[in-house]
């Protein structure tokens, strides 16, 4: 039988039952921003061996925990590796990103691209995943992740990184059929990728939607959302007698919080550009929410970002189903420092929102 986590607080909130205090976790919290992490990643040798190697991946998920108060940790791990499985030669250029050596932009290379076996040629990250939660003892929960079927598609259209997304929407307007078809084998590869992540012992999933906000509202419901819904509907729910918590966060995406909230997920990722009394305004009791401190908050003195923390929490407000978080990734530059406040910010100032809470049994 599954062991009770210690610090079950994420878990309580995405699932919109009472906490004691608000969970905080933050995107990239294992990272360059750490210097510990930029040790381990100089003794990888490289990013991919550092996401490869299960013993060193587990090594720089737990750094941020050594560090802070953390209710959460996540895989140490990239939205590439299913492309990267694929054997389209992704490589990480220093200072460019990802690379994609051969770019997928007809039929012959989409019905080439192999779906992935998650025990075999992604075995690393299940492995990772298996090492981690022995290492964590059962401290707090472990988030897994894949990326959206569109956002992979972008660097796998694109060539790696875009400003402007021409290739792929040269793709989704002229010939949309391969474009489908595409997103399809996708979602198939990301709902094994997450249902062997489940069954290695992760305690919830995320699904990052990074470049969803940069479609029209039509071409978002029919190319990104439609493609995260197939995945929701397939994943496994429970695991061991506990449900598995499911996030989908769309940068970018604060136009369609209805159409995400109608999807089979629990909590919505919501960034800064709106506010959190809005968003839940918007999506009623049907999912949590988290989010939404802009990640340049971070460089403020820690007077300010305190203030920031109060804002973002008194817009949520009163009950459950808040996880503070930032509207997207730590930046490398922010102070290892300036993260202990937020996070020892966020535990008190939030227990006045929870005054009348009691944990269910």
């Known amino acids: 039988m599954k062991q009770q986590l210690e610090n079950d607080n994420f878990i309580r909130a995405l699932l919109r039952q009472p906490t004691e205090y608000t969970p905080v976790w933050l995107m990239r919290q294992a990272g360059r921003y750490l210097p510990e992490y930029r040790v381990t990643r100089q003794k990888a040798g490289d990013f991919m061996t550092l996401c490869q190697t299960p013993e060193l991946a587990c090594e720089v998920t737990l750094q941020p925990l050594q560090r802070y108060n953390l209710d959460a940790a996540i895989l140490f791990s990239d939205i590439l590796t299913i492309p990267h499985a694929m054997n389209v030669g992704l490589h990480f250029a220093e200072g460019e990103g990802p690379v994609i050596e051969k770019p997928v932009r007809d039929e012959n290379a989409v019905l080439a691209l192999p779906i992935p076996d998650p025990e075999t040629e992604l075995r690393y990250v299940m492995d990772a995943v298996r090492v981690i939660k022995h290492e964590l003892h059962h401290r707090v929960p472990l988030i897994g992740f894949a990326g959206s079927p569109w956002t992979i598609a972008c660097y796998m259209v694109e060539g790696g990184g875009s400003k402007l997304f021409w290739q792929i929407k040269q793709m989704m307007y002229q010939t949309p059929e391969i474009l489908h078809a595409l997103l399809d084998k996708l979602a198939d590869a990301v709902t094994l990728y997450l249902n062997a992540q489940i069954a290695a012992g992760v305690d919830a999933i ?30 496994q729910r429970m695991n061991e007698n506990k449900i598995i918590p499911r996030i989908i ?5 604060a136009n369609w919080l209805e159409n995400m909230a109608a999807t089979d997920c629990d909590a919505l990722g919501v960034d800064w550009t709106i506010e959190l009394s809005q968003a839940r305004a918007r999506v009623g009791d049907k999912v949590a929410l988290q989010g939404n401190l802009d990640p340049a908050a971070l460089m403020a003195a820690p007077a300010r970002l305190k203030e920031e923390v109060a804002n973002i929490l008194a817009s ?21 420092e300036i993260v202990s406040i937020l996070i020892d910010s966020v535990h008190e100032l939030s227990k006045q929102y929870h005054a009348n809470s009691k944990k269910s049994l």
């Open 316 to 336: 949520y407000g009163h009950g459950a189903g808040h996880v503070f978080n930032l509207g997207h990734g730590i930046d490398k530059t922010t102070s290892p």
């Open 249 to 253: 966060f769309t940068k970018g995406g």
């Open 206 to 235: 995320m699904i990052f939607d990074t470049w969803g906000g940069v479609l029209t509202t039509e071409n978002y419901k029919q190319f990104s959302l439609a493609y995260m819904q197939k995945i929701l509907t397939k994943l």
